[in-house]
Structures are given as structure tokens and as C-alpha cells.
């Protein structure tokens, strides 16, 4: 019964990567004009939820230095995977799909599955409790999905490609709630260098990837207006760190 409970709360979440259908019924100039604004809110979820949520979840089960270590780790391993998927995709310094798509989806994926891994923890808690953290996750996902979907439109995927990949980034909860659900006595242990590396590839899509696009934009006001994105997904993150603690 348990295990039911965590497959459904995460396919439940996983479905929630849809929330970028919203964007397909825009037409294709508006969804032109507020990209820009999009991807500085996503830059803003992404560093807010390195930051608030999973910096400071990975202090409570490691020593600040491995925290810091694996985080530096993980903002590495970013770069190099950036490095390599520019090699691979780009030719003579033009990209049919930036690479900073397909990193942004790999640290989704990862975080989704960290995701799973607590919702099954949680649930294993007693039912009340795993009903609880999963409505906390739903809470910054749909935002973050939006986000999400944008920065692949903007990295050069088709609406419809980017809509099928993201659900298959966000499938990984339901890996990561399986899995969870089995090695229940080991989830600390297991998700613990986990969270420090996906914050470090965080950080780096965030400051490497995203603020430059931004500082792309010529126009002040569409530039300050996507600042006020950034600020605002930050706020979001913080918002939902004092109502889930």
C-alpha cells in the first residue's frame, strides 16, 4: 500500500511538467516576447533552490566541507558536461540546440529524483506525513517546470520536444520514489553527496548560462523587467523554505 501511495504522489509530480502546455497555447510571437522573462525567473528558481533548499537540506547530513566539496564537484561536472555537449552540437560557434538545454535538463532530472527519493522517506514516515512533503514538492514544481520548459524553448528546442523532454526529466521522481521505497534504510546515505553536486550544477546553469542570456537583452526595460523575474524567483524559493520548515 505504501508503495502505491509513493508511485502515484510522484507520477502525480512528474505530470506536473505539463504546466509548460500553458505555453504552447501562446502564440508563437508572445511566447517570443516574455521568454526572456521567463528564463530570468528560472535563473532565479534555480539559484534560490540551490541556495535555500538543497545547500542547506545537504548541511544537516554532511560536514560543511564535504557539503561545499561536492558542490564544487557538481559545478565542475557542469562545466565539463557543458564543455563536451558544445564539442558535440555546436559547429564554427553556432548551436542548433544550446547546451546549456540539455544541462539544465540533466540537473532537473537529478534533483526530480532527489525528489522521489524524499517523498519515499516520507511515506515510509506513515501516510499523513508523505501526503504532506509531497504537496511541499508540488508547491515550487510547477513554477520551476514553467521555468524549465522555457529555458529549453530558449535554448532551441520545438515546443513539442521540449514539452516530451521535460516530462521525461521529471519521470525521474518516480525512479527516484521506487528506488527510495527499497533502500529505505540507506535514502540518508544514498542522497546525501546527491544534493550538494545538483546545487553546484545549479549554480553553474544559473551564473554561467542563464544571467548572460540576460545580459544579451538591449533593451533596458525588458532587461530590468527579467531582474524583477530573477529577484521574484528568488523570493518565490524563499517563500516556499518558511512555508515548508
Not at 508572445?30 to 533552490?49: D, E, K, M, Y
Not at 560543511?64 to 561545499?68: D, I, M, R, S, V
Not at 561536492?70 to 555537449?85: H, N, P, W
Not at 511541499?136 to 513539442?160: M, R, T
Given at each position: 500500500?505504501?508503495?502505491?501511495?509513493?508511485?502515484?504522489?510522484?507520477?502525480?509530480?512528474?505530470?506536473?511538467?505539463?504546466?509548460?502546455?500553458?505555453?504552447?497555447?501562446?502564440?508563437?510571437k508572445?511566447?517570443?516576447?516574455?521568454?526572456?522573462?521567463?528564463?530570468?525567473?528560472?535563473?532565479?528558481?534555480?539559484?534560490?533552490?540551490a541556495?535555500?533548499?538543497?545547500?542547506?537540506?545537504?548541511?544537516?547530513?554532511?560536514p560543511?566541507?564535504?557539503?561545499?566539496v561536492?558542490?564544487?564537484?557538481?559545478?565542475?561536472?557542469?562545466?565539463?558536461?557543458?564543455?563536451?555537449?558544445y564539442?558535440?552540437?555546436?559547429?564554427?560557434?553556432h548551436?542548433?540546440?544550446?547546451?546549456?538545454?540539455?544541462?539544465?535538463?540533466?540537473?532537473?532530472?537529478?534533483?526530480?529524483?532527489?525528489?522521489?527519493?524524499?517523498?519515499?522517506?516520507?511515506?515510509?514516515?506513515?501516510i499523513?506525513?508523505?501526503?504532506?512533503?509531497?504537496i511541499?514538492?508540488?508547491?515550487?514544481?510547477?513554477?520551476?517546470?514553467?521555468?524549465?520548459?522555457?529555458?529549453?524553448?530558449?535554448?532551441?528546442?520545438?515546443?513539442?520536444r521540449a514539452?516530451?523532454?521535460?516530462?521525461?526529466?521529471?519521470?525521474?521522481?518516480?525512479?527516484?520514489?521506487?528506488?527510495?521505497?527499497?533502500?529505505?534504510?540507506?535514502?540518508?546515505?544514498?542522497?546525501?553527496?546527491?544534493?550538494?553536486?545538483?546545487?553546484?550544477?545549479?549554480?553553474?546553469?544559473?551564473?554561467?548560462?542563464?544571467?548572460?542570456?540576460?545580459?544579451?537583452?538591449?533593451?533596458?526595460?525588458?532587461?530590468?523587467?527579467?531582474?524583477?523575474?530573477?529577484?521574484?524567483?528568488?523570493?518565490?524559493?524563499?517563500?516556499?523554505?518558511?512555508?515548508?520548515?
Open positions: 500500500m505504501t508503495l502505491l501511495w509513493i508511485i502515484g504522489s510522484t507520477v502525480f509530480i512528474s505530470l506536473l511538467s505539463l504546466a509548460g502546455v500553458i505555453a504552447l497555447a501562446l502564440k508563437e508572445v511566447l517570443q516576447q516574455i521568454l526572456l522573462l521567463l528564463v530570468g525567473f528560472s535563473a532565479g528558481t534555480l539559484a534560490g533552490g541556495f535555500l533548499h538543497l545547500l542547506p537540506e545537504s548541511l544537516e547530513k554532511l560543511g566541507g564535504e557539503t561545499f561536492y558542490a564544487l564537484v557538481g559545478f565542475s561536472l557542469f562545466f565539463l558536461l557543458e564543455r563536451i555537449l564539442w558535440r552540437h555546436c559547429h564554427e560557434g548551436c542548433d540546440i544550446h547546451a546549456f538545454s540539455y544541462l539544465n535538463l540533466f540537473g532537473d532530472g537529478l534533483h526530480n529524483f532527489i525528489d522521489g527519493l524524499v517523498i519515499a522517506g516520507s511515506f515510509l514516515g506513515g499523513p506525513l508523505g501526503i504532506a512533503t509531497t511541499a514538492v508540488v508547491s515550487h514544481e510547477v513554477p520551476q517546470e514553467i521555468g524549465d520548459f522555457a529555458v529549453l524553448i530558449y535554448g532551441g528546442f520545438s515546443k513539442g514539452l516530451a523532454y521535460n516530462l521525461l526529466s521529471a519521470a525521474m521522481a518516480v525512479a527516484g520514489g521506487v528506488i527510495g521505497y527499497f533502500l529505505a534504510t540507506n535514502i540518508a546515505g544514498f542522497s546525501a553527496p546527491i544534493l550538494p553536486i545538483t546545487a553546484g550544477g545549479f549554480i553553474y546553469i544559473a551564473a554561467s548560462d542563464l544571467i548572460p542570456e540576460l545580459h544579451k537583452e538591449k533593451d533596458a526595460r525588458k532587461s530590468n523587467l527579467a531582474f524583477g523575474l530573477f529577484i521574484l524567483g528568488l523570493l518565490f524559493m524563499w517563500l516556499m523554505k518558511q512555508l515548508t520548515h
